[in-house]
């Protein structure tokens, strides 16, 4: 009788030191953060409001984490780092206004798409020499590094693509005469030239695309955030949050 219960008194200690770690018997504690990498400077799917990020891609991966249980830390860093602060373990997820590119499939996985998006052409009000997506051939383009409006005029042989790492640098550039246009997603060209007198979009889209998450190859965390996306876009809260930021 001593000896069993010397072995049952070993057992409560032991799952008592190892509660903090793993339930006795159960599985082990779920981590408690997700750090997410973004750039915020791409209005509206996330930029700073005082000294908080927000926007479509801030609410929508709070979502996901309050659904799947975890806290979200958002780690701004310039657009080209994204992949890389996935891929390394840095960041658990990128959220940026992210297309789906067979390019970017080959260093990380995506999610379902989450909205689409169109890739766009902003001018000068006044002689541009860009009217249409033909007149790119040729002229000075301005893009934000990395992104697909960078990859797409990279197909452009006869283009000089002018790279910046905000887009709003890009825009800049624009008003001041140095670059002839700036291919951009649309939402963040709308508040672009809602900001800037004297430059619009032309009517033409240039490219139509889908947004997702990035993750690291062969992630959990991709079927975890695929059910969330699938319930979070099944109960209106995604489009509600679209809504609010574009509709709105």
Known sequence: MKRILSIVLA???????????????????????????TNAYF????????????????????????????ELVIDD???????TAVTSGKADFGMAGMTV???????VDFTDSYTTATQVIIVSEKDSKVKNSD???TATI??????????????????????????????LALTQGKVDAVVIDNEPAKAFVKANKGIKILDEPFEKEDYAICLAKNSELTEKINGALKELKADGTIKKIVDKYING
Not at 20 to 32: I, N, Q
């Open 101 to 107: 590119t067979e390019e970017r499939k080959q260093s």
């Open 43 to 70: 209005e509206p799917y996330e930029y700073y409001k005082g000294k908080e990020i927000v926007g479509i891609d801030a609410e929508i991966a709070k979502a996901i984490c309050d659904k799947l249980g975890y």
């Open 135 to 137: 007149d790119l051939e």
């Open 142 to 171: 301005g893009v934000q590094l990395g992104t697909t409006g960078d990859l797409y005029v990279s197909d452009l042989k006869k283009a000089k693509v002018e790279r910046f790492n905000k887009g709003g640098d890009a825009v």
């Open 77 to 83: 860093m310039e657009f080209d780092s994204i992949i």
């Open 11 to 37: 057992a409560v200690m032991l799952c008592s030191t190892a509660l903090v770690f793993t339930a006795c018997g159960g599985a082990s504690s779920e981590k408690k953060e997700l750090h997410m990498a």
